[in-house]
Protein backbone atom coordinates (compact mmCIF):
# COMPACT_ATOMS: atom_id res chain seq x y z
CA UNK A 1 0.00 0.00 0.00
CA UNK A 2 0.97 3.07 -0.16
CA UNK A 3 3.68 4.56 2.53
CA UNK A 4 5.86 7.03 3.23
CA UNK A 5 9.64 6.43 4.74
CA UNK A 6 11.20 8.64 7.11
CA UNK A 7 15.12 8.76 8.54
CA UNK A 8 16.85 9.24 10.79
CA UNK A 9 13.94 8.87 13.67
CA UNK A 10 15.96 11.07 16.05
CA UNK A 11 18.84 13.62 14.77
CA UNK A 12 20.97 15.60 17.25
CA UNK A 13 22.64 18.51 16.42
CA UNK A 14 24.95 21.40 17.27
CA UNK A 15 24.07 24.57 16.82
CA UNK A 16 25.19 25.81 13.76
CA UNK A 17 25.84 22.67 12.17
CA UNK A 18 23.43 21.39 9.45
CA UNK A 19 20.19 18.42 9.97
CA UNK A 20 19.25 16.35 6.78
CA UNK A 21 16.08 14.16 6.92
CA UNK A 22 15.34 12.09 4.02
CA UNK A 23 11.79 10.73 2.95
CA UNK A 24 10.96 7.79 0.25
CA UNK A 25 7.97 7.48 -0.76
CA UNK A 26 5.88 4.56 -2.95
CA UNK A 27 3.02 6.18 -4.72
CA UNK A 28 4.13 7.32 -7.75
CA UNK A 29 0.59 9.36 -8.36
CA UNK A 30 1.60 11.83 -5.55
CA UNK A 31 2.44 15.24 -6.23
CA UNK A 32 2.67 17.69 -3.43
CA UNK A 33 5.54 16.77 -0.73
CA UNK A 34 5.05 18.95 2.55
CA UNK A 35 7.18 19.31 5.46
CA UNK A 36 5.81 19.87 8.99
CA UNK A 37 7.41 21.35 12.04
CA UNK A 38 5.51 20.23 14.99
CA UNK A 39 6.47 21.48 18.66
CA UNK A 40 5.31 19.82 22.11
CA UNK A 41 1.84 20.22 22.48
CA UNK A 42 1.27 21.90 19.45
CA UNK A 43 -0.34 21.51 15.66
CA UNK A 44 1.90 20.71 13.04
CA UNK A 45 3.32 23.61 10.94
CA UNK A 46 4.33 23.99 7.22
CA UNK A 47 7.72 24.98 6.81
CA UNK A 48 8.18 24.56 3.20
CA UNK A 49 6.68 22.15 0.27
CA UNK A 50 7.43 21.36 -3.21
CA UNK A 51 5.77 20.39 -6.21
CA UNK A 52 6.51 17.30 -8.32
CA UNK A 53 7.51 19.61 -11.10
CA UNK A 54 10.45 21.24 -9.44
CA UNK A 55 13.65 19.55 -8.07
CA UNK A 56 14.49 22.09 -5.62
CA UNK A 57 13.23 24.57 -3.28
CA UNK A 58 14.82 26.85 -0.76
CA UNK A 59 13.62 29.52 1.82
CA UNK A 60 16.65 31.12 4.41
CA UNK A 61 18.13 28.44 6.20
CA UNK A 62 15.81 25.61 5.00
CA UNK A 63 15.60 23.43 1.56
CA UNK A 64 14.30 20.81 0.14
CA UNK A 65 15.01 18.76 -2.52
CA UNK A 66 12.79 16.26 -4.65
CA UNK A 67 13.81 13.07 -7.14
CA UNK A 68 10.92 12.18 -8.90
CA UNK A 69 12.72 9.00 -10.41
CA UNK A 70 14.16 7.73 -7.12
CA UNK A 71 10.93 8.93 -5.22
CA UNK A 72 12.94 10.28 -2.46
CA UNK A 73 13.06 13.62 -0.81
CA UNK A 74 14.88 15.62 1.80
CA UNK A 75 14.52 18.52 4.14
CA UNK A 76 17.69 20.47 4.59
CA UNK A 77 17.91 23.25 7.43
CA UNK A 78 21.70 25.34 7.62
CA UNK A 79 22.80 26.98 10.91
CA UNK A 80 20.77 25.25 13.07
CA UNK A 81 19.18 27.17 15.90
CA UNK A 82 17.73 25.84 19.17
CA UNK A 83 14.60 26.44 18.56
CA UNK A 84 14.48 24.35 15.72
CA UNK A 85 14.45 21.73 17.87
CA UNK A 86 11.01 20.08 16.99
CA UNK A 87 9.41 16.93 15.95
CA UNK A 88 9.70 17.23 11.57
CA UNK A 89 6.67 15.53 9.84
CA UNK A 90 7.47 14.62 5.77
CA UNK A 91 4.28 13.96 3.72
CA UNK A 92 3.22 12.91 0.22
CA UNK A 93 0.41 13.51 -1.06
CA UNK A 94 -2.14 13.10 -4.47
CA UNK A 95 -4.98 14.78 -5.59
CA UNK A 96 -6.48 11.66 -8.09
CA UNK A 97 -9.53 10.18 -6.07
CA UNK A 98 -8.98 12.67 -3.51
CA UNK A 99 -6.79 14.51 -1.27
CA UNK A 100 -5.13 11.91 0.54
CA UNK A 101 -2.10 13.36 2.22
CA UNK A 102 0.60 10.48 3.88
CA UNK A 103 3.01 11.45 6.83
CA UNK A 104 6.15 9.88 7.58
CA UNK A 105 6.74 8.50 10.93
CA UNK A 106 8.65 11.82 12.08
CA UNK A 107 12.16 13.11 13.05
CA UNK A 108 12.68 14.19 16.68
CA UNK A 109 15.40 16.68 16.17
CA UNK A 110 17.59 18.22 19.07
CA UNK A 111 19.63 21.13 18.34
CA UNK A 112 22.44 21.44 21.19
CA UNK A 113 23.55 25.17 22.64
CA UNK B 1 -8.12 34.79 9.20
CA UNK B 2 -5.92 32.49 8.47
CA UNK B 3 -7.10 30.24 11.19
CA UNK B 4 -8.69 27.15 11.74
CA UNK B 5 -10.54 26.32 15.06
CA UNK B 6 -11.48 23.26 16.89
CA UNK B 7 -13.47 22.51 19.88
CA UNK B 8 -13.45 21.91 22.73
CA UNK B 9 -9.72 21.89 23.16
CA UNK B 10 -10.11 18.53 25.80
CA UNK B 11 -12.87 16.03 25.88
CA UNK B 12 -13.13 12.98 28.46
CA UNK B 13 -16.06 11.04 27.57
CA UNK B 14 -16.98 7.44 28.93
CA UNK B 15 -17.71 4.82 26.25
CA UNK B 16 -21.25 4.97 26.26
CA UNK B 17 -21.43 8.78 25.29
CA UNK B 18 -22.37 10.78 22.98
CA UNK B 19 -20.03 13.69 21.78
CA UNK B 20 -19.26 15.93 18.60
CA UNK B 21 -15.90 17.61 17.85
CA UNK B 22 -16.49 20.76 15.86
CA UNK B 23 -14.29 22.76 13.38
CA UNK B 24 -14.06 25.92 12.08
CA UNK B 25 -12.23 27.72 8.82
CA UNK B 26 -13.07 31.11 7.18
CA UNK B 27 -10.35 31.01 4.94
CA UNK B 28 -12.79 29.65 1.81
CA UNK B 29 -11.11 26.41 1.56
CA UNK B 30 -12.92 23.86 0.45
CA UNK B 31 -11.47 20.97 1.17
CA UNK B 32 -11.57 20.03 5.24
CA UNK B 33 -10.02 16.99 6.88
CA UNK B 34 -10.14 15.00 9.86
CA UNK B 35 -6.82 13.39 11.37
CA UNK B 36 -5.96 11.41 14.27
CA UNK B 37 -2.62 11.68 15.95
CA UNK B 38 -1.47 9.49 19.21
CA UNK B 39 1.53 10.46 21.00
CA UNK B 40 5.12 10.11 19.61
CA UNK B 41 3.37 9.09 16.16
CA UNK B 42 2.37 11.11 12.80
CA UNK B 43 -0.89 12.79 12.21
CA UNK B 44 -2.98 9.44 10.82
CA UNK B 45 -5.94 10.13 8.17
CA UNK B 46 -9.20 9.69 8.54
CA UNK B 47 -11.70 11.89 6.39
CA UNK B 48 -11.36 14.26 3.49
CA UNK B 49 -14.33 16.55 2.64
CA UNK B 50 -14.14 18.08 -0.84
CA UNK B 51 -17.09 20.79 -1.34
CA UNK B 52 -18.80 19.51 1.07
CA UNK B 53 -18.54 15.75 0.41
CA UNK B 54 -17.12 12.86 1.58
CA UNK B 55 -14.18 12.11 -0.81
CA UNK B 56 -12.04 9.68 1.31
CA UNK B 57 -12.83 7.58 4.02
CA UNK B 58 -9.95 6.06 5.67
CA UNK B 59 -12.12 2.57 6.49
CA UNK B 60 -12.69 4.22 9.97
CA UNK B 61 -15.11 2.97 12.41
CA UNK B 62 -18.30 3.51 12.24
CA UNK B 63 -18.26 5.01 15.34
CA UNK B 64 -17.02 8.16 14.10
CA UNK B 65 -19.30 9.66 11.74
CA UNK B 66 -18.29 12.82 10.14
CA UNK B 67 -20.39 16.16 8.88
CA UNK B 68 -19.62 18.57 6.97
CA UNK B 69 -22.99 20.86 6.98
CA UNK B 70 -21.84 23.67 4.92
CA UNK B 71 -18.43 24.98 3.23
CA UNK B 72 -16.83 26.72 6.70
CA UNK B 73 -17.74 24.01 8.95
CA UNK B 74 -16.49 20.05 9.40
CA UNK B 75 -18.04 17.62 12.48
CA UNK B 76 -16.91 14.23 14.04
CA UNK B 77 -19.81 12.80 15.66
CA UNK B 78 -18.06 10.28 18.50
CA UNK B 79 -20.52 7.18 19.72
CA UNK B 80 -19.40 4.26 21.70
CA UNK B 81 -15.86 4.81 21.49
CA UNK B 82 -12.57 2.94 23.03
CA UNK B 83 -10.15 3.58 25.11
CA UNK B 84 -7.64 3.40 22.35
CA UNK B 85 -9.52 6.24 20.63
CA UNK B 86 -7.92 8.49 23.00
CA UNK B 87 -5.47 10.59 20.70
CA UNK B 88 -5.25 14.36 19.48
CA UNK B 89 -7.94 14.42 16.89
CA UNK B 90 -6.72 17.32 14.18
CA UNK B 91 -8.98 19.48 11.47
CA UNK B 92 -6.89 21.27 8.50
CA UNK B 93 -8.35 22.95 5.51
CA UNK B 94 -6.45 23.72 1.74
CA UNK B 95 -7.60 25.38 -1.36
CA UNK B 96 -9.06 23.08 -3.91
CA UNK B 97 -7.74 24.35 -7.08
CA UNK B 98 -6.55 21.70 -9.20
CA UNK B 99 -3.46 21.48 -7.20
CA UNK B 100 -3.39 20.80 -3.95
CA UNK B 101 -2.21 23.47 -2.01
CA UNK B 102 -1.01 23.89 1.57
CA UNK B 103 -3.08 22.30 4.48
CA UNK B 104 -3.71 24.47 7.64
CA UNK B 105 -4.05 22.74 10.92
CA UNK B 106 -6.18 23.54 13.97
CA UNK B 107 -4.84 23.06 17.77
CA UNK B 108 -7.07 19.74 17.77
CA UNK B 109 -9.23 18.36 20.36
CA UNK B 110 -7.71 16.45 22.78
CA UNK B 111 -10.01 13.41 23.43
CA UNK B 112 -9.74 10.27 26.44
CA UNK B 113 -11.73 7.88 26.40
CA UNK B 114 -12.82 6.20 29.99
Known amino acids: GENVEQHPSTLSVQEGDSAVIKCTYSDSASNYFPWYKQELGKRPQLIID?????GEKKDQRIAVTLNKTAKHFSLHITETQPEDSAVYFC????????????FGAGTRLFVKA | DTEVTQTPKHLVMGMTNKKSLKCEQH?????MYWYKQKAKKPPELMFV???????INESVPSRFSPECPNSSLLNLHLHALQPEDSALYLC?????????????FGPGTRLTVT
Open chain 2, 27 to 31: MGHRA
Open chain 1, 91 to 102: AATKTTGGFKTI
Open chain 2, 49 to 55: YSYEKLS
Open chain 2, 92 to 104: ASSQVSGVIDEQY
Open chain 1, 50 to 54: IRSNV
